[in-house]
Nanobody, 122 residues
Framework: VQLQASGGGLVQAGGSLRLSCAAS????????MGWFRQAPGQERKSVAA????????YYADSVKGRFTISRDNTKNTVYLQMNSLKPEDTAYYYC????????????????WGKGTLVTVSS
C-alpha cells in the first residue's frame, strides 16, 4: 500500500494550496480517506475526512469554511483544497486511509502517507 501525497509548499497568508494523495495497493472504495496535520511539538490531528461510502465528510472546526476535501474514486485520489490560509495552518499534512471508517483518530488509521509541508507566512 502506498499513499503518495503532494502539493505542499510556501504560501502567503490568505493564499491557497491544493494537496493531492494518490493511493495504490488497496481497494480505494473500501477506505475512508482523510488529511491530518502535525505542527512541531503538537499531536497529529484530523483536519478533514471522507467516509468510505463518500456520503459524509468531517472537518475540524478550525478549517470549516476554508478547506474542502474531495475524492475521485476513478483516480484513487483524495484532494484537500485549502483557501484563506493562515499562519496557524503551518504544519506537515498527512494523507490517511482507514478501512470502512472515517479517519478521525490517528490511532485507528490503517495507512499513512509521507507528510507534505505547508508553510503559511504572515
Amino acid at each position: 500500500v502506498q499513499l503518495q501525497a503532494s502539493g505542499g509548499g510556501l504560501v502567503q497568508a490568505g493564499g491557497s494550496l491544493r494537496l493531492s494523495c494518490a493511493a495504490s495497493g488497496l481497494p480505494f472504495s473500501n477506505y475512508g480517506m482523510g488529511w491530518f496535520r502535525q505542527a512541531p511539538g503538537q499531536e497529529r490531528k484530523s483536519v478533514a475526512a471522507f467516509s468510505y461510502t463518500g456520503s459524509s465528510t468531517y472537518y475540524a472546526d478550525s478549517v470549516k469554511g476554508r478547506f474542502t476535501i474531495s475524492r475521485d474514486n476513478t483516480k484513487n485520489t483524495v484532494y484537500l483544497q485549502m483557501n484563506s490560509l493562515k499562519p496557524e495552518d503551518t504544519a506537515y499534512y498527512y494523507c490517511a486511509a482507514d478501512g470502512y471508517r472515517t479517519p478521525r483518530e490517528s490511532s485507528s488509521v490503517d495507512y499513512w502517507g509521507k507528510g507534505t509541508l505547508v508553510t503559511v507566512s504572515s
